[in-house]
């Protein structure tokens, strides 16, 4: 306990020799027969006692009821000064001090006041209940000049131990009440990454639920989610701070290169503690000169580290308890779950969107293809059979429109047959969108036709190639851009062609109305 002007601790050399109790606080019962048993009678001090433990415990304030318990203290023994000093939940903390008659000068430490008389007696008994230690209750200076008795400190052990079961329940509630908000905070974690998908979140999007959800129950100034780079080490992809923008920005940048002692203990599954991280020598990135108190914890799921999750105090800012410590790695192994489970359930809801849009191609392919297929065949009896020209005119432009139609159904079918969204488009859909782009200028959508298995056999290379020829190809086709008279255009992709030179390659046609087929591009396979 620090030494405070006007209150010696007890090793203070220049105080009294403090009159101690023995370490463990015998039962509050038991001291109250020992007054009540005095060879004098009952104490006279005893009602005022009683009274003071039924204040006491009808007080639901604990910093209320340790000051209370401090008066009652100073008044039961006749002392000048009392005090209670508490330990934080680890004991390693710096104590807390609640005292009484003690001026804000002394309390501060700000140097003792002008006339104030030296202790000439102190008393020390250890705040615990069953044998848990919560501090120390002290009295100081009795009024008469005498030292403090047997029943001084009968009654200073019996308000020591009413001080525990104060600070106890108060602990125990406080822990209770923390346990309760950590598990709804990961309850809704859960809940907001599985309802995530149906409203089109990503997997950023989950990410940073995490790290929000986090900051907050830890009461940290960042929370971040933090994934194996690809060059090694982790960097930094989802965030909650509330640091301001340029910090922010450069934590979002950062990466912690794959030498630190961090990566390999958050890789080996292992949580990281630091009451300092700026100071801290197993630090070697630029972002933790920002913070001070931190926990890295392993995002872990079937044995296998996902990332880590960061929850950082800033500089000076309270050290985390051993209780915040067990909360958090539980928090990160729910939240790492349920970052599995969302993944899950997006791969399953994008795989009964492919299995409908497959059921949709099938039903163009095999229904409406067919019978509009059919038809064109009706349309080109009736063509052969028509004697008027207007008429046979009139049928044979129903049978191109016909054809573009079915094209146009191809064109959806292929697009329907699609991979992600994020998976690179095969040489066939390149196609078609370049088809299909050109229609406005041309004034017609160009048919397209493939020949053979051109997305496995055509590369990348020349996949490039044929694009851009096409492109260029459906630019001036004749000269007839948006006229009424507009070209009819068949672009055929043929990756079964035999080139001039014998060998195998993939051709590229295009044909305008009833011209020649023009090869525009080629190259060998």
């Not at 009808?58 to 209670?84: G, H």
């Not at 859960?190 to 790290?211: I, K, R």
């Not at 961090?262 to 020598?281: E, K, N």
């Amino acid at each position: 306990m620090p030494q405070t002007p006007g209150l010696h601790g007890p090793t203070d050399p220049h105080g009294p020799a403090p009159v101690r109790a023995p370490d463990a606080a015998e039962d509050t019962a038991q001291s109250l027969r020992e007054l009540s048993g005095s060879p004098d009678g009952p104490v006279p001090r005893l009602p005022q006692l009683l009274e003071a433990m039924v204040a006491v415990g009808t007080d639901l304030d604990v910093d209320s009821a340790l000051r209370r318990i401090a008066e009652t203290a100073a008044s039961l023994t006749s002392a000048r000064y009392a005090a209670i000093g508490t330990l934080d939940e680890d004991g390693e903390g710096p104590p807390g001090l609640i005292t009484y008659g003690v001026s804000p000068d002394a309390r501060r430490g700000t140097g003792r006041p002008a006339g104030h008389p030296p202790e000439r007696s102190f008393l020390d008994v250890p705040v615990q209940v069953h044998g848990e230690r919560f501090g120390n209750l002290y009295v100081a200076d009795k009024r008469d000049g005498a030292e403090f008795g047997a029943e001084d400190l009968h009654l200073v052990r019996i308000l020591a131990t009413e001080a525990g079961i104060a600070m106890g329940n108060a602990r125990a509630y406080a822990a209770a009440r923390q346990r309760r908000r950590w598990i709804d905070g990961a309850a809704s974690v859960t809940n907001a990454l599985l309802a995530g998908p149906g409203t089109g979140s990503t997997a950023e999007d989950a990410l940073t639920v995490v790290a929000e959800r986090g900051r907050e129950l830890a009461e940290a100034a960042t929370g971040a989610v933090m994934l194996p780079h690809s060059e090694g080490g982790m960097e930094v992809v989802a965030i909650s701070t509330v640091l301001p923008d340029p910090a922010r920005d450069e934590a979002y940048r950062g990466v912690i290169p794959p030498e630190s002692p961090v990566v390999h203990q958050i890789r080996a599954g292992l949580s990281v503690h630091s009451d300092d991280f700026a100071a801290d020598p197993r630090s070697v990135s630029p972002l933790s000169r920002h913070y001070g108190p931190t926990m890295l914890l392993p995002l872990r799921s079937n044995g296998k580290v996902l990332g880590a999750l960061a929850l950082c105090r800033a500089s000076g800012g309270r050290r985390f308890t051993s209780t915040e410590r067990t909360l958090a790695a539980q928090f990160a192994v729910q939240a790492a779950l349920a970052l599995v489970i969302a993944d899950t359930q997006r791969d399953r809801e994008r795989l009964a969107v492919y299995e409908d849009r497959d059921r949709i191609a099938r039903d163009l392919h095999d229904l409406v293809i067919q019978r509009l297929f059919a038809t064109g065949m009706l349309l080109a009896g009736a063509q052969r059979k028509a004697v008027v020209p207007e008429v046979r005119d009139g049928v044979g432009r129903a049978l191109d429109e016909l054809d573009a139609t079915v094209q146009e159904i191809r064109t959806a079918i292929i697009a329907l047959q699609q991979g992600p969204a994020e998976t690179p488009a095969g040489l066939r859909t390149r196609v078609l969108q370049e088809a299909g782009a050109a229609a406005a200028v041309l004034g017609t959508r160009p048919s397209v036709r493939f020949v053979g298995p051109v997305d496995a056999r055509v590369g990348e290379v020349n996949g490039e190639e044929l694009v851009k020829a096409l492109r260029a190809a459906l630019a001036e086709p004749g000269g007839r851009r948006g006229t009424p008279e507009a070209a009819r255009i068949d672009v055929v992709v043929d990756a079964t062609a035999v080139l001039g030179d014998g060998r195998a390659g993939v051709r590229l046609t295009v044909t305008e109305r009833e011209g020649d087929a023009v090869v525009v591009w080629e190259a060998p396979l």
